[in-house]
């Protein structure tokens, strides 16, 4: 009796224990730090920095040092606060150096390169690159650009090749790099693995391990690690408040994990109020998504759309808008016009699943699966797109396929939108 008894206490307990909530989330933290906040360090020095270069350019001559400084002031500014506009600034005056020089200086067409890969004008980066060669960049430094520029623009073997030839273990750059490699490929924990090493060859230098931390918290969190994702995205916000990435971080893992939406939502507005990217509007959508509230929903979608989709942005948010023109905005034909565009300026898997996912959603099925089996079946792929991808098999009655893709989806669920993920459980329940 005795051991009936105590099998049925350690049932029950065990049963108390499944049922209750594990919250991965700490408010006290988020709490004091919406509460608390100050400026970072970085941001003072940016501002410093700003005041510094710019009081020493003179309108009458040109100085490639005061002015290469201010304008990697102005993009680390853009870094901080996301105001495009001081990235096109930064243009602007690196352009006009490059010409007063007569293309003959390397750094103005370095910082060039990189400013047109965070603005996603992958295609100008690529000319960029070649004017930088002819210039005369170091070895590290052509490897490096190299690597950048064609592991966007789908170059994977060309990125590859150079990035062998920066192989040191100890360098900081080369891991980053590797990491971004293996995330392509699929091997999340190599990836991890490499931003980590990153992480520990930044050291001190505050920027650099905050970037690291921040990518290798995306990674856990691709990988469906929560609690790991949330150490590290504390863990940078820890190092500099300036980290608005980490701490919407936190903000999606307390929406789609610990399902405390109005505590997300607060971080995000937070976020909203320090920054002009419109990443905390995609938020917030999503926030109202997992309410079930569409008109919220589509007010916040039609905000964010109406920022981004400014041709001052460029390609920098087409992924998110053939999301949202796809789904509560309900026009899929303005998504494949983004879609195209996209192509256009870098033809990789990713990019040919959205085109394929915007041809589905204009009942051109037919034209869709042809696109597929031409540039995207067989090649590495996220939780979105394979998301996208089992819609489309399921829509053509390709049963096992649909589920192989949902399958792999679910490994990457939380790169979907709350409504992804409640419809992707849906999907696999139907097996």
């Known amino acids: 009796m005795k051991q009936l008894l105590s099998a049925a206490i350690i049932l029950l307990t065990f049963l108390s224990c499944k049922q209750e909530k594990k919250f991965i989330v700490d408010t006290a933290f988020t709490d004091s730090l919406l509460k608390n906040f100050t400026p970072s360090a970085l941001i003072k020095q940016n501002d410093y920095d700003l005041k510094f ?123 980053f790099r590797s990491s971004k490699l293996w995330h392509y490929k699929g091997n999340v924990d190599s990836a991890i693995t490499a931003m980590e090493n990153a992480v520990n060859i930044a050291k001190d230098e505050v920027a650099l391990k905050q970037s690291a931390l921040s990518n290798a918290a995306d990674l856990y969190m691709h990988n469906a690690d929560l609690e790991s994702a949330y150490n590290l995205y504390v863990q940078s916000v820890r190092l500099a408040s300036s980290d608005m990435h980490s701490i919407m971080g936190i903000g999606w893992i307390l929406l789609v994990h610990d399902k405390k939406d109005s505590l997300a939502e607060k971080i995000f507005q937070f976020v909203h109020s320090k920054t002009k990217i419109g990443d905390p509007l995609y938020k917030l959508e999503q926030v109202a998504e997992q309410r079930g509230d569409t008109v919220l929903q589509k007010k916040y979608a039609e905000e964010f759309a109406a920022q981004v989709t400014d041709s001052v942005y460029g390609n920098m948010y087409n992924k998110y808008t053939i999301e949202l023109y796809t789904g509560i905005l309900n026009d899929p034909a303005k998504a494949e016009v983004i879609a195209k565009n996209e ?63 949902f399958k792999k989806a679910q490994k990457n669920k939380y790169d979907l939108t709350p409504g992804m993920m409640k419809d992707l459980e849906i999907q696999l329940k139907e097996e």
């Open 343 to 405: 192509l256009s300026g870098r033809a990789t898997p990713q990019s040919y699943a959205w085109y394929v996912w915007t041809l589905f959603k204009n009942n051109k099925k037919d034209e869709a699966y042809k696109v597929f089996e031409q540039h995207v079946s067989g090649q590495p792929l996220e939780g979105l797109e394979l998301y996208y991808m089992g819609k489309l098999m399921k829509s053509l009655n390709k049963g096992y396929n649909a589920q192989q893709f």
């Open 53 to 175: 270069w710019g009081g020493r350019i003179d309108p009458k001559k040109h100085d490639e040092v005061s002015e290469s400084k201010y304008a990697g002031a102005l993009a680390g500014r853009f870094g901080f606060l996301g105001d495009i506009n001081d990235l096109r600034s930064a243009d602007s005056i690196l352009h006009g150096l490059d010409a007063y020089f007569n293309y003959t200086q390397v750094g103005p067409e370095g910082s060039l390169i990189h400013n047109a890969i965070s603005q996603h004008r992958f295609l100008q980066a690529d000319t960029l690159l070649e004017k930088a060669r002819t210039t005369g960049l170091r070895k590290y430094q052509s490897a490096a650009l190299t690597f950048d520029v064609d592991f966007e623009l789908g170059r994977y073997r060309v990125a590859e090749d150079q990035l062998k030839t920066m192989a040191v273990p100890t360098d900081y750059g080369y891991q």
